[in-house]
């Protein structure tokens, strides 16, 4: 998991970005590094760094890299918003299928792509869930504030600082 914590300076959670984005925000001294791989290093030509997994904005600052739920999606932020399960078998998904087919006039927003292995994503092809008589194991939803998956990430950075 190469996704990195985006914390306020008020410690709280604002967003997953990738770690080239929090790599730049730690190198032009935006943000801090709170917590990194113990073993693993960013390199490049110029510098060797920690890998950050947590990194902390210097200057407060209002809503700015928070997640929009009706921003377009990677296919790796969905990927792992689904844990790499396939939202139609529950086996290991590599592919993004659109539940309502793009040719349907299906978004590419959060709540309309799930993480599917490709023989499902084959086997779906064009046409809606039920047109494929196909079964969501589970609705697909933005990771957004107030989210399970925000409160989990919310609760490990409360949990660094109890530690430390
Ligand atoms: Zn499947």
Do not use: F
Request: proline residues 7%; hydrophobic residues 35%; charged residues 25%.
């Amino acid at each position: 998991m190469t996704d990195v914590l985006l914390i306020n300076a008020s410690y709280q959670v604002l967003s997953r970005i990738d770690w080239q984005r929090a790599v730049v925000l730690v190198v032009t001294g935006e943000a801090d590094t709170v917590e990194a791989h113990p073993d693993r290093l960013v390199r490049s030509q110029h510098l060797t760094v920690p890998w950050p997994t947590i990194v902390r904005l210097r200057a407060y600052r209002h809503l700015l890299y928070r997640t929009v739920p009706s921003a377009r999606p990677s296919a790796a932020q969905i990927k792992h918003r689904d844990g790499r399960t396939c939202a139609y078998c529950g086996g290991h998904g590599d592919t993004v299928d659109h539940v309502v087919p793009r040719s349907r006039g299906g978004s590419n927003a959060w709540d309309n792509l799930v993480c599917a292995c490709r023989p499902c994503n084959n086997r779906k092809a064009d046409r809606t869930p039920v047109e494929a008589g196909m079964r969501l194991r589970w609705a697909p939803r933005p990771v957004e504030p107030g989210s399970a998956q925000h409160l989990a990430d919310q609760q490990r950075v409360w949990d660094l600082l109890a530690a430390s």
